[in-house]
T-cell receptor
Framework: QQQVKQSPQSLIVQKGGISIINCAYENTAFDYFPWYQQFPGKGPALLIAIRPDVSEKKEGRFTISFNKSAKQFSLHIMDSQPGDSATYFCAASEGSARQLTFGSGTQLTVLP | GAGVSQSPRYKVAKRGQDVALRCDPISGHVSLFWYQQALGQGPEFLTYFQNEAQLDKSGLPSDRFFAERPEGSVSTLKIQRTQQEDSAVYLC?????????????FGPGTRLTVT
């Protein structure tokens, strides 16, 4: 049972463009939604995270949009760069349980 | 060290062998998690420690998997009688409560290949 659904599976964007990755969740008890970036051979690295009490959070070129009623959240990467080419995972966790439930990942390629 | 470290980085085991994977969390982090990442998939939760107490092991796929953290710092994930389906990257993450909240910091992983 996939509790966090992520799309698209792969994404190709031109340098300078906007990359958008979407996630939907089912468990309404989730209260923490991070995004991770993973390069080949490396562990996931935390990019940005949001709690359900806000609808948007921006850090540099990365923005999370959160829609609690639709149970959806998305990552926007502005001015995408070739160095952003990596696999991106959305995730969610519930209260004190803390373990993360991950989406299936999006492989982003930014063309120079 | 500054981050989570894991060893070995790569492990090749013959089917039926036992393996032990080590995780050194960020100093002072009380929470430690193990995840399994199959090729092309997102990490999946295995087990969770708070200090030395194993609070959740619901993700361990079988009784061949065992994890411990006896002194509340270093943790070891042991897999007995390895099977081909155990081939995956095993990730360790640590976190600590505080202003940062739930952030988990991952190590580079151990890639296990069972032949």
């Amino acid at each position: 049972q996939q509790q966090v659904k992520q799309s698209p599976q792969s994404l190709i964007v031109q340098k300078g463009g906007i990359s958008i990755i979407n996630c939907a969740y089912e468990n309404t008890a989730f209260d923490y939604f991070p995004w991770y970036q993973q390069f080949p051979g490396k562990g996931p690295a935390l990019l940005i995270a949001i709690r359900p009490d806000v609808s948007e959070k921006k850090e540099g070129r990365f923005t999370i949009s959160f829609n609690k009623s639709a149970k959806q959240f998305s990552l926007h990467i502005m001015d995408s760069q070739p160095g952003d080419s990596a696999t991106y995972f959305c995730a969610a966790s519930e209260g004190s349980a803390r373990q993360l439930t991950f989406g299936s990942g999006t492989q982003l390629t930014v063309l120079p | 060290g500054a981050g989570v470290s894991q060893s070995p980085r790569y492990k090749v085991a013959k089917r039926g062998q036992d393996v032990a994977l080590r995780c050194d969390p960020i100093s002072g982090h009380v929470s430690l998690f193990w995840y399994q990442q199959a090729l092309g998939q997102g990490p999946e939760f295995l087990t969770y420690f708070q200090n030395e107490a194993q609070l959740d092991k619901s993700g361990l796929p079988s009784d061949r998997f065992f994890a411990e953290r006896p002194e509340g710092s270093v943790s070891t994930l042991k897999i007995q009688r390895t099977q081909q389906e155990d081939s995956a990257v095993y990730l360790c993450a640590s976190s600590s409560p505080g202003l940062a909240g739930y952030e988990q910091y991952f190590g580079p992983g151990t890639r296990l290949t069972v032949t």
